[in-house]
């Protein structure tokens, strides 16, 4: 048998490369908030897993927008059960971000699925782009 020189910094590579990968899972499966916006409106996409639509609040004021919503089993549904094995069923999110132009609050809608909040807010008329039209100058 071969004796061998033992490094314990020759796993570290390897170890940097795994924890990075599962980094990178981690965030892109829990990403909570996306604003973005086009021609016509800001839509802004959060992640509520867990939470039911009706357990969802949504507040626009000053050019500010707030997402809570929360999610809690009930004593009532707990006596329903004989839980073998359970993990937190507990949901909690709050968000919080500004919106990037002037919006039409008053027409904003919220639809709720597969865990995902997507709220559309119109864009006011004055911030919309405007398109020119060119015409070619006519010749004398």
Same mark, same amino acid.
């Given at each position: ?5 033992w490094d ?10 795994q924890?990075?990968?599962m980094a990178d899972?981690?965030s ?9 916006e086009?021609?016509?409106?800001v839509?802004v996409?959060?992640?509520m897993a867990? #939470?039911? =639509?009706?357990k969802?609040?949504?507040?626009? $004021?000053g !050019? &500010?927008?707030?997402?809570k919503?929360?999610? %809690?089993? @009930?004593e ?10 359970r ?11 500004s919106?990037?132009c002037? #919006?039409? =609050? ?6 709720? $699925?597969? !865990? &995902?909040l997507?709220?559309?807010l119109?864009? %006011?008329e @004055?911030?919309k ?6 015409k070619?100058k006519?010749?004398k």
């Open positions: 048998m071969a004796i061998v020189r314990p910094f020759d796993i570290l590579p390897r170890w940097h490369e924890w990075s990968k899972d981690w892109e499966e829990r990403q909570g908030l996306t604003v973005y086009t021609d016509n409106e839509v996409e959060a992640n867990g #939470v039911p =639509a009706e969802v609040d949504v507040s626009l $004021e !050019g &500010v927008i707030t997402i919503g929360e999610y %809690k089993k @009930t009532k549904e707990k006596e329903k059960k004989k839980v073998v094995y993990q937190a069923r507990q949901a909690k999110y709050l968000y919080t971000t919106i990037p002037p #919006v039409q =609050a008053n027409k904003a809608k919220a639809e709720m $699925e597969n !865990g &995902v997507m709220v559309t119109p864009k %006011k @004055t911030v782009p405007k398109k020119v039209k060119v070619a006519a010749k």
